[in-house]
C-alpha cells in the first residue's frame, strides 16, 4: 500500500494558457479509498495521469512536488518490481482508464496480464502465477486463452484491471473505469473493486450513488485551483451537495422532477411492422406518434441500436417494412437530404457523426444540403449554438470537445434540419448531471412543440422521468456487433 | 479472435510445430531465389515441392485452396494481361485473333508467371496459416532480436484492425444520417470515400493513441530489460528447416540450369 502526498501541485499542458490543475495540497495515507470529484475540467484525469506517472517533463509545466511513498512519480515511473519490497507490494501506481478496448494489448486473456510483467522484467516462472492471482482477484471467469476479442464490455474492464493488479501497485488509480460500460458491465467492476482490500485507491466517477460503497473519503477538486472539500461522503456531500450537483456531479439524493407528456401522442410519424434484422433484430412491431417521448430498453445483444438504425432509415430490414411520413418508400430508400428533413439521428458516439472542422460549420451541413438560403443557414446555425450553449465554441474543431460538449453539438445537428422524428441511441450514457439535465429538457420541449422521440437507453432515470411510453425489446440473441463504445466526457 | 490470418492447421503437424522465424525464413529463402528465372519449370517443380510438403504443416489441401483462393483471380488476369499485351508473340500459332494472335510462346510466358505467382505465394500462405500472431511476434523478438517496441507494437495494433470493419459501417451510416449521400454521382462518391476514410484514419489514430498510453502505463518500452512469459526456442529443427529451404531452392535452380532452360530475369 502506498502513501500519496501532494504539495502545491499543479499542471500546465504544454500550449495552454490556463493550468489543467493547481495549487493541490493533500495527503493520503496508506490503504485510503479516495473518491476525487469535481466539476467537468477540475483537472481530476490530470491528476490521475501525474500519479501514473503519464505527465512526462516535455509535455508540459509542473508546480510543486508529488509523491508516492517518498518518490516522484516522473522519476520513478510506473511500478517497481515488487520483488524488492518488504510486503511483496510494490510502490509506485498502476492505472485503469475508461476504454477497455484500448487498454487490451494481446490475443489472449492470460497474455494480456503477462504483458506488464514481462515489461517489469518479472521472471518467467513467476509471471503465471500473479497471472492467475490477479484473474481471481478481478474474478475473470474464463481459462487463460479465452480470446479477448470475445469478451464483453464489462469482461473487458475486469481483465484491463487484471492487467495492472498483476503489476501489485501499492497504488491503484481508476479514472472513470465504468463510464463505457453499460450497467451489468459497470456492476462487474464495482464488484471487482469492491473486492479489493491490498491498495490504496484514487477513483474518478461521476456516479457517486454507485461509486459510495466503494470509498471511505470524497476529496472534490476546485475548478481553477486548490481542494474545495475533503473528509468523509457524509460530511461533504452535506456541505456542498447541492453545489456539487449543479456543477453535474450525480450527488446521491439530489432527483429530477418527471417531465413527463400530458397529452396522448398524436398519429404515428413512423411505423415498423415485424422488422426484422438477420442475426442482429427479431421481428418488432411498433409504432412513434407526434408528441410522445419512447423509450427503447432492453439488455445487451437484443438489437436495440439496430432498431434505432431502421427507424432512422439508416439499415434495410431484412424482413418486414417501415413506412413513414406518408412516403409509399421505406426510410432508407429516401435520399438522404429528404431523410434528415423528416428523421434525425444522434449516434452513441458523435464523433462519428462529424464532418467539418469547425462547430458552425457542423450545424450549418444539413441546412445547406436541404437547399435554405445562406441568410436561413446562418440564422439556424445561430439559434442552435445559443440554445444548446455552443456559442463561445463556434470556431472550435469538433474533435477538440469535451463529452458533453460533443453530445450537444450531435443532437443539434440533427435539430438543424427541423426534423418531426429524433432517434437517438443512448443519448445521456456517460454524461455529466448538467449535460443531462439540459438534454431531458431539451427533450421534453421538443416531445411538447409536437416531435416524435425515440430514444434507445439504458438509462433508467431517463426512462422514470421523461419517457411517455416504453418499449423493452427481447432477450439478447448474440452480441450486437456494431461498436458498444462511447467516448464519454473527458475531466 | 475475428482476425483473418487466424491459425487453422492442426497445431502438432511436425512443420507447423517449428519456430514462426524458422518458418517465415525458410519461406522467403525458399520462394525468393526462383524469382531469379523466367522460365515455368523452375516455378513448377518449386510449386510440387511446397504442395508436397503441405500435409507436413497439417493443413488439408481443401483448407489451401480456401485460402489461396484470391490467386486464382490474379492468374486470371495475369493470362489475360499477356494475351492482350505480349510484345513477343513466337510459337506455334493456336488462335487467330489479329493483334492477339495466342500462340504456344505466349502461353508458356503466362503460365511461367501464373506458376511464379503460385510459387512465391503459397509458402506465405502456408506459414500464415499455421502461426499465430502472438507466437510470430515473440519469436520476432526473441529469435531474430527484433525491437519489441516494433514487434509488440505491431501485435497491439493488429488487434485493433478488426474494429475497422464496424467502424467504418458506422461512420458511413452517420454520413447518410448527416444528410450526405453520393446518388448516383461518381465525383460526389469519391469524395463521400475518401471523407469517411480521413474520418476512420483519425478515430484510428485516436484510439491507438489511447492504446500507446495504457501500454506506457502497464512499463512497456520503458528501457528496463523485458522478460518472456512465452518461451520460443530455436532448435536444431528448426535451423534443419531452413537449411532444407536452401538446398531445396538451390537444387531446383540447379535442375533447370542444367536442362539449359535457365532465362534470367535481366
Do not use: C
Not at chain 1, 490530470?46 to 508540459?60: R, V
Request: without cysteine; proline residues 7%; hydrophobic residues 45%.
Amino acid at each position: 500500500m502506498s502513501e500519496v502526498v501532494l504539495r502545491g501541485f499543479g499542471w500546465r499542458h504544454a500550449g495552454r494558457r490556463a493550468w489543467a490543475v493547481r495549487d493541490v495540497d493533500l495527503r493520503i495515507a496508506h490503504g485510503e479509498r479516495v473518491l476525487l470529484l469535481g466539476p467537468s475540467g477540475a483537472g481530476k484525469s490530470t491528476l490521475l495521469a501525474a500519479l501514473a506517472g503519464l505527465l512526462p517533463d516535455d509535455s508540459g509545466e509542473a508546480a510543486g512536488t508529488i509523491e508516492i511513498d517518498g518518490l516522484d512519480p516522473r522519476t520513478h515511473r510506473g511500478v517497481r518490481s515488487p520483488e524488492t519490497s518488504a510486503d511483496g507490494w510494490s510502490s509506485g501506481a498502476g492505472i485503469v482508464f475508461q476504454d477497455p478496448q484500448t487498454q487490451l494489448v494481446m490475443a489472449r486473456s492470460g497474455d494480456d496480464v503477462a504483458f506488464g510483467l514481462e515489461n517489469r522484467g518479472v521472471p518467467p516462472a513467476r509471471i503465471w502465477p500473479w497471472v492467475s492471482d490477479a484473474l481471481d482477484r478481478v474474478g475473470f471467469p474464463y481459462p487463460i486463452t479465452r480470446s479477448t476479442a470475445a469478451l464483453s464490455g464489462g469482461e473487458a474492464q475486469r481483465l484491463a484491471l487484471a492487467g495492472v493488479l498483476a503489476l501489485r501497485p501499492g497504488l491503484l488509480l481508476l479514472d472513470e473505469p465504468t463510464a463505457n460500460l453499460d450497467p451489468d458491465g459497470a456492476a462487474l467492476i464495482r464488484e471487482s473493486l469492491g473486492s479489493l482490500r491490498d491498495q490504496t485507491m484514487i477513483l474518478v466517477e461521476h456516479r457517486v450513488a454507485e461509486a459510495l460503497p466503494l470509498i471511505d473519503r470524497v476529496v472534490v477538486l476546485e475548478p481553477g485551483g486548490g481542494v474545495r472539500a475533503d473528509g468523509p461522503p457524509e460530511l461533504v456531500f452535506a456541505a456542498y451537495g447541492d453545489r456539487l450537483a449543479d456543477e453535474g456531479v450525480w450527488v446521491p439524493g439530489f432527483t429530477v422532477p418527471p417531465l413527463k407528456s400530458g397529452r396522448t401522442a398524436g398519429p404515428d410519424l413512423v411505423r415498423a411492422s415485424q422488422v426484422a434484422v438477420a442475426q442482429r433484430l427479431a421481428p418488432v412491431s411498433l409504432g412513434v406518434g407526434e408528441g410522445e417521448v419512447l423509450a427503447v430498453t432492453g439488455p445487451n445483444g437484443a438489437g436495440k441500436s439496430t432498431l434505432a438504425l431502421v427507424l432512422g432509415g439508416l439499415l434495410a430490414p431484412t424482413g418486414g417494412q417501415v413506412r413513414g411520413f406518408g412516403d409509399d418508400r421505406p426510410p432508407h430508400r429516401w435520399r438522404a437530404a429528404t431523410l434528415t428533413g423528416r428523421i434525425g439521428s444522434v449516434f452513441q458516439n458523435p464523433e462519428h457523426q462529424f464532418v467539418t472542422a469547425r462547430v458552425a460549420d457542423e450545424l450549418a451541413v444539413g441546412p445547406r444540403r436541404l437547399g435554405r438560403s445562406a441568410d436561413e443557414v446562418e440564422r439556424i446555425v445561430d439559434d442552435l449554438l445559443d440554445q444548446l450553449r455552443l456559442a463561445k465554441l463556434a470556431g472550435a474543431n469538433p474533435y477538440t470537445l469535451s463529452g458533453g460538449e460533443a453530445r450537444r453539438l450531435s443532437v443539434a445537428t440533427a435539430l438543424a434540419t427541423a426534423p418531426r422524428l429524433l432517434v437517438l441511441d443512448e443519448p445521456t450514457f456517460g454524461q455529466d448531471r448538467r449535460t443531462w439535465i439540459e438534454l431531458i429538457t431539451l427533450l421534453s420541449t421538443l416531445r411538447d412543440d409536437g416531435h416524435g422521440i425515440v430514444a434507445v437507453t439504458h438509462d433508467d432515470d431517463f426512462v422514470q422521468t421523461v419517457a411517455d411510453r416504453t418499449f423493452p425489446l427481447g432477450t439478447a440473441r448474440r452480441r450486437d456487433p456494431l461498436p458498444q463504445r462511447h467516448p464519454g466526457g473527458r475531466s | 479472435m475475428t482476425l483473418a490470418l487466424q491459425a487453422i492447421a492442426d497445431p502438432s503437424a511436425p512443420l507447423a510445430r517449428r519456430n514462426p522465424v524458422a518458418k517465415l525464413a525458410a519461406a522467403l529463402l525458399f520462394s525468393l531465389p526462383l524469382i531469379s528465372t523466367l522460365d515455368p519449370l523452375t516455378p513448377a517443380i518449386a510449386l510440387a515441392i511446397e504442395l508436397a510438403a503441405v500435409p507436413f504443416f497439417g493443413v488439408r489441401y481443401a483448407t489451401l485452396v480456401r485460402r489461396a483462393w484470391p490467386l486464382l483471380i490474379g492468374a486470371f488476369g495475369l493470362l489475360v494481361t499477356m494475351v492482350l499485351f505480349a510484345a513477343e508473340r513466337n510459337g506455334t500459332l493456336l488462335l487467330d485473333l489479329g493483334p492477339f494472335d495466342v500462340t504456344t510462346g505466349v502461353l508458356t510466358a503466362a503460365l511461367g508467371l501464373i506458376l511464379r505467382l503460385f510459387a512465391v505465394a503459397v509458402p506465405g500462405v502456408l506459414v500464415f496459416a499455421t502461426t499465430d500472431p502472438t507466437d510470430l511476434a515473440d519469436a520476432l523478438v526473441q529469435n531474430a532480436k527484433a525491437p519489441a517496441r516494433f514487434a509488440i507494437g505491431a501485435l497491439a495494433a493488429f488487434r485493433l484492425l478488426p474494429l475497422l470493419g464496424a467502424e467504418w459501417q458506422m461512420l458511413t451510416l452517420a454520413r447518410r444520417a448527416r444528410g450526405i449521400d453520393a446518388g448516383h454521382n461518381p465525383v460526389a462518391a469519391l469524395r463521400l470515400f475518401v471523407s469517411t476514410a480521413f474520418a476512420l484514419l483519425v478515430g484510428a489514430l485516436r484510439r491507438g493513441g489511447r492504446l500507446a498510453v495504457a501500454m506506457d502505463a502497464r512499463g512497456f518500452d520503458s528501457g528496463a530489460p523485458r522478460s518472456y512469459a512465452r518461451r520460443q526456442i530455436f532448435r536444431p529443427a528448426d535451423t534443419a528447416l531452413v537449411v532444407s529451404a536452401v538446398a531445396l531452392s538451390t537444387l531446383t535452380l540447379a535442375v533447370t540450369i542444367s536442362l539449359g532452360l535457365f532465362r534470367p530475369i535481366i
